[in-house]
């Protein structure tokens, strides 16, 4: 929490030596706007929604993820607009903005071509869930990271998140980084480069 999209990128950039670029991939970085951030004592933050605690055992604070799923949804929609196809968009974040990307993609949007979550988790009684209780149709599959020296979100939650979606039909990979406090890390960030190319290949040309 409280990092811009600008950060991320860079963040990206120092672990990686080099920009996470592709060749046929546009990556878009956003970044939330601020709010009081309860964890903080309701001090402001970037954050994309609120939380009553750090932790995966009490409610979600659904009223700022829902308007934070509206508010992503117009930039999704936004790059339809411009051409690229919906199952040619992966979405995803570290930490806050891997929560996000579940909650938009599983709940509003589950025709996307992927989903990635790094140091992420779910509450136990997520709305993801039980939008997915009611589900029939093939849903985006989920890359997730999560360190096992995770202080801040806990490597149990992540896993725990992972049961829960793989348990509800939901395609997920878990890779697992011991020692790996809440952070990114080179290998890591390789890893979710080639998995980003294998779910978005660079297309055959068109032939008449």
């Not at 990092?3 to 670029?21: P, S």
């Not at 979550?117 to 989920?142: G, H, I, M």
């Not at 890893?191 to 297309?203: D, G, Y």
Request: glycine share 8%.
């Amino acid at each position: 929490a409280g990092d811009t999209g600008q950060g991320a990128r860079t963040w990206i950039k120092q672990t990686l030596n080099q920009d996470m670029a592709f060749q046929h991939i546009k990556v878009i970085y956003p970044t939330a706007p601020a709010r009081p951030y309860t964890p903080m004592k309701g001090a402001f933050s970037t954050v994309w929604f609120d939380r009553y605690k750090i932790s995966n055992d009490c409610p979600e604070h659904i009223e700022s993820i829902d308007s934070m799923c509206r508010g992503l949804t117009d930039l999704i929609n936004d790059e339809i607009k411009n051409g690229i196809a919906k199952d040619r968009i992966l979405i995803g974040g570290f930490s806050m903005g891997g929560g996000m990307a579940m909650h938009l993609a599983y709940r509003f949007h589950q025709d996307l071509a992927g989903v990635f979550a790094l140091s992420s988790f779910l509450n136990k009684d997520s709305a993801v869930y039980q939008a997915l209780k009611r589900n029939e149709s093939v849903l985006p599959e989920l890359f997730q990271c999560h360190g096992t020296a995770d202080e801040l979100v806990l490597y149990s939650w992540g896993e725990e998140t992972n049961k829960m979606l793989k348990s509800l039909g939901v395609s997920t990979s878990l890779h697992t980084f011991p020692n790996l406090n809440h952070e990114l890390n080179r290998t890591e960030i390789e890893k979710l480069k080639t998995w980003i190319v294998k779910k978005l290949p660079v297309e055959a040309a068109k032939t008449n």
